[in-house]
């Protein structure tokens, strides 16, 4: 496990140097253009805007990312009541992971079945699911999901996919308001000098097509680290579940829901265990998406067979996708683990009437609404607002006190 | 400075180095053997679980399995046998032998239907399997602690130091679970 961090840390440093180059390049060109003397001094100061962009956005990120994160998606934290068995299936992975505190828990009030995990530190780990997960899935296909989310923050992908997404972010809107200053305001020096205006043309044309590439640069760098640290979570997932088709088959859940996530937007999209923004139709999936396509994640997960370590999910995936990419740092594939796999439990299929229906309960429960069981059968909702002391069954009249 | 001088500052050099050394091993030794027990803590910790919540179960399907009573005597026995249980070794028997028997009882709970409706049972139930699953991740981690902490005592040179402290082996945590031995082996050749 540890072996995975440090390579985790290894890669996310050549990540950040590239993207810290493009950042100051960024800041150079901006600056260089819109330098009133022309004397270079204008650069410099557009180097330390862009760095000053880039510190303040990561402060705010490191402080209050989480914050931020849980409450862009609408999620509420919720006590063991409210649904046990995703409160036991986290400890099981707390357990099973050697996590020393047992992460917050925090439900979505959403139909579409997703998950994510913040925290920069396993100490500080939150994990959030959506109700409609929640009723979907059986314990197996759960633990699966909630093994994968804890693997992000265990790996420190959380940490890293903050830093990186800041950088991006930083990148993003330099060159948004370079952009927009080069349309409305053009450059200062253009009206200023007379001359040389052939050679100014000339940066100024170096200048947009940097500020166009910059980001998209950026981007590319950002998504080929996230898809592979998914694969990553996946591995580390069946290693702590010994139970490979249980996410196999969550994913394959999920996949099949068509219902799009309102809470959720392109900067919090690749926290998800599966992208929330699917139903866009992008068509250059392979390069700008951040997640690897769940076809092929549930392929590699089936394709495991004789063992749940990370050395059968690196043969699975070389299998599955016919080449011999490394995903597992090499470190760690020289353990030799025996990790069998394990059974899974047996439970019943359950049909959409019913899923929407328990999907529902969790949602009220999470709003504290008050269940009330009549004994005619029938089984009363109340919410927390209900100001009187009795309510009344709809159907035997039998009075209940709230 | 003589020769004789250096000679004794070099030796003394060399004691320190080897006094600071041993003092380094035989922290890590200590560390390594915490940790183990703090693993195997973990484990009671669930079994102590598993055993509370035996009684309960039983009481709840009590009446609904009539036709089980010997099961439950079973079940009831294994458990006092397991809580008496005090070496590494024995608790791993006895638990194993209480595992075998709680898997019987969930496959013979397939047989009433009614009881799949009881709310109280479904609870008892999910706390059941989740408290079978911590222990069977808190194992894997004990053992992990303990190849660990085995490893550490057989090498050179801490296992100098082991052997003057009196380092005992730590003993891995088995469960011999019946159910699983009795899967027959499949093979496709």
Known sequence: MWELIKANQRRSVVLFVLMGIILIALGFV????????????????????????????????????SAIMLSASNAKEVTQDVHPQ????????????????????????????????TGMSPDKAAVAVTAGLLARLNRDELQGVMA???????????????????????????????LRSMIFGGGNRSSSKEGNGQAQAIIMIIALVFAILAPILAQLLYFSISRKREYLADASAVRLTRYPEGLASALEKISNSNIDM?????VTAPMYICNPLKKKGMKMADLSSTHPPISERIRILRAMAGGAGLANYQSAYSQVKGNAAKIIPGGELKLTEDIGIRMGIASEVLDNKTTARSSNDIMMKVDNYAFINCDCGMKLKVPSNYEGNEIMCPRCGTRHGV | ?????????????????????????????????????NAWAQIDVQLKRRHDLIPNLIETVKGYMTHERQTFEAITKARSNAMSATTVAEKGQAEGILSGMMGRLQVAVEAYPELKANQNFLALQEELTSTENKISYSRQSYNDQ???????????????????????????????????????KVSFS
């Not at chain 1, 409160?87 to 917050?104: C, L, Q, T, W, Y």
């Not at chain 1, 903050?162 to 370079?178: D, H, K, N, Q, R």
């Not at chain 1, 309102?262 to 392109?266: F, I, R």
Request: net charge neutral.
């Open chain 1, 30 to 65: 901006f600056g260089f253009v819109f330098d009133p003397k022309g004397t270079g001094g204008g650069a410099i100061i557009g180097i330390i805007i862009a760095l000053l962009v880039w510190f303040i956005m990561s402060l705010v990120a490191v402080t209050s990312g």
């Open chain 1, 86 to 117: 995703l409160f036991n299936v986290v400890d099981e992975m707390r357990i099973a992971a050697g996590m020393s505190k047992m992460p917050k828990v925090y439900i979505i009030n959403t139909d579409a079945p997703n998950a994510f995990a």
């Open chain 1, 148 to 178: 994968h989310e804890m693997s992000h923050v265990i790996n420190r992908d959380v940490k890293f996919m903050t830093i990186a997404g800041v950088m991006l972010g930083s990148i993003v809107i330099i060159s948004e308001i370079f």
């Open chain 2, 1 to 37: 400075m003589s020769t004789l001088g250096i000679a004794l500052l070099v030796i003394l050099g060399v004691i320190v180095l080897l006094i600071f050394m041993v003092i380094g091993i035989y922290n890590s030794l200590i560390t390594l053997r915490n940790q183990v027990k």
């Open chain 1, 262 to 266: 309102p809470m959720a937007n392109k």
């Open chain 2, 146 to 184: 303990v190849l660990f902490y085995n490893n550490k005592k057989q090498v050179f040179p801490s296992n100098i130091i082991a052997g003057m402290f009196n380092f005992a082996d730590e003993t891995f945590f088995e469960i011999q679970d019946q159910a699983e031995k009795a899967v027959p």
